[in-house]
């Protein structure tokens, strides 16, 4: 299945996309969210498709929202591509290193990026990101999968001059308001064939900077499960973002690139859709 969520921002309905087409599941399930997750609502809403029930179509045009509500966290894993660490004159972690993005910081995949107030350097990181399904606390590598409810495209956009200039970890320029769209859709596990051969690619106004794939991942996803877990208590409907290969505009040599008012950003993965977003400057 693929789960999107429609509507204005803050009163989104679920749905699922079959095709092209969008269709409202509203009447079957309430939202994407902690419970839905935790009371193995992705099965129940399988069967309850199983039998063809008449379902309104959602019109093309309807803003699409982040396919899963606010989750509880939202877990980023920093430098997790090897070349994305050469580029950035980063060592290449012996463990995963992690960081929290504000649950505020989560939009459509489509929704303007808000370029923060007094931002200098504003990036870009495409990234492949799951959602857990169940929860999940001390669990072993080899089952790892089972707790996961599927995949989506997320990008990860920072604030370089927050993160790294202000002192203090990574969370400053990573949580600004917009800097999580996500989606187009989530895709349960059965929709993608290998999610360890995923391509992906991301441009700025019609260039592309990044052009890779998911093979590339320091650290997979099963290892990831299990080694959050050994921290804290990933919840379901928590989104986990599994970090960006090379080609973020801090890594441009001779001289960075940032995005400025206006830049249109383009971003896809085989499998699970692409998104756009359209650069604006902040205002009161």
């Known amino acids: 299945m693929k789960l999107i969520r ?7 309905k679920p749905g699922i996309l079959i095709g092209e087409k969008r269709f409202d599941v509203s009447s079957i399930v309430k939202d994407y969210n902690e419970t839905f997750f935790e009371e193995n609502g ?5 069967k309850a498709l199983e039998s063809n029930p008449v379902l309104p179509e959602v019109d093309a045009n309807v803003r699409l929202g982040s396919p899963v509500a606010r989750p509880s966290k939202i877990i980023c894993i920093g430098l997790n591509y090897v070349d994305h660490c ?12 992690i960081f929290f993005k504000s649950t505020t910081s989560l939009c459509g995949p489509n929704d303007d990026l808000i370029i923060p107030k007094n931002s200098e350097k504003t990036d870009w ?49 990573k949580g600004c308001d917009t800097f999580a769209p996500f989606g187009p859709f989530l895709a349960t596990q059965d929709e993608i064939a290998d999610v360890n051969n995923i ?10 900077f990044q052009n890779s794939n998911t093979s590339n991942l320091v650290f997979k996803i ?5 080694y959050l877990s050994q921290f804290m208590t990933l919840l379901p409907g928590d989104i986990i973002s599994t970090g960006t290969p090379p080609g973020v505009g801090l890594g441009i040599k001779p001289d960075p690139i940032y995005i400025k008012e206006g830049d249109v950003i383009e971003l ?10 359209h650069a604006v400057a902040y205002t009161k």
Not at 6 to 12: L, N, T
Not at 145 to 170: K, P, T
Not at 199 to 208: D, E, Q
């Open 6 to 12: 429609f509507g204005e921002a803050g009163k989104e």
């Open 42 to 46: 992705l099965e129940k809403l399988k």
């Open 86 to 97: 050469l580029e950035t004159n980063a060592p290449i972690p012996t463990e995963p290193i």
């Open 125 to 173: 990181e495409i990234e492949l990101a799951f959602v857990v399904g169940k929860k999940a606390s001390y669990v072993e590598e080899a089952d790892a999968l089972d707790y996961v409810a599927g995949y989506a495209l997320l990008n990860d956009y920072s604030e370089r001059a927050f993160q790294i200039e202000r002192g203090g970890q990574w969370a400053k320029g």
């Open 199 to 208: 391509p992906m690619w991301l441009t700025v106004n019609g260039k592309k």
């Open 222 to 226: 099963p290892f990831l499960v299990h």
């Open 268 to 277: 896809g993965m085989g499998g699970l859709g692409s998104s756009k977003q």
